[in-house]
């Protein structure tokens, strides 16, 4: 199945550009089917934080948790997650958090997005496993790639 997702982004410094993904939300517009995860350690953010602004990082990410929270509510009185609300927060957002644009990604369901989409674009330097909405991945299998070893004359 077609879904989307953006990768929540932590900027501490918007004339600096730096950025640390922070998580990701997923899911399916024609189902309602949407999932966020954040990483499970906050170190690599914390060495960017010069300005001490994590912590409102951090709160959106638990506000946009919260949001999705009450869409699964019986009387959803919130805006629907979708990937033109992702992509209206997209262009709005281009402070201390950004979402990226939405992308799309194939997968089975909203959580099996979040796992390819941590695999390959985000980077938890102590992930936990288990399910839920703030669960990392472990580690890829295989060694970071590196430059091949420099011949010795000889």
């Given at each position: 199945m077609a879904l989307s997702f953006s990768l929540i982004r932590f900027v501490p410094d918007p004339a600096r550009g730096e950025f640390v993904n922070i998580g990701a939300i997923a899911g399916d517009d024609a189902s309602g089917d949407w999932e966020l995860r954040v990483v499970s350690s906050l170190k690599r953010a914390k060495a960017l934080d010069n300005r001490g602004v994590l912590p409102q990082a951090t709160a959106f990410a638990a506000e946009l948790q919260d949001h999705i929270a009450a869409l699964e509510e019986l009387a959803p009185t919130a805006e629907p997650i979708s990937s033109?609300?992702?992509?209206?927060?997209?262009?709005?957002?281009?402070?201390?958090?950004?979402?990226?644009?939405?992308?799309?990604?194939?997968?089975?369901?909203?959580?099996?997005?979040?796992?390819?989409?941590?695999?390959?674009?985000?980077?938890?330097?102590?992930?936990?496993?288990?399910?839920?909405?703030?669960?990392?991945?472990?580690?890829?299998?295989?060694?970071?790639?590196?430059?091949?070893?420099?011949?010795?004359?000889?």
């Open positions: 033109q609300f992702l992509a209206a927060r997209s262009a709005e957002m281009q402070n201390i958090v950004q979402l990226t644009p939405p992308t799309p990604v194939v997968a089975d369901s909203a959580e099996a997005a979040l796992e390819l989409v941590f695999e390959q674009l985000v980077l938890d330097e102590t992930p936990t496993s288990g399910t839920g909405s703030q669960v990392g991945l472990s580690a890829p299998a295989s060694p970071p790639r590196t430059h091949p070893p420099q011949r010795s004359p000889g």
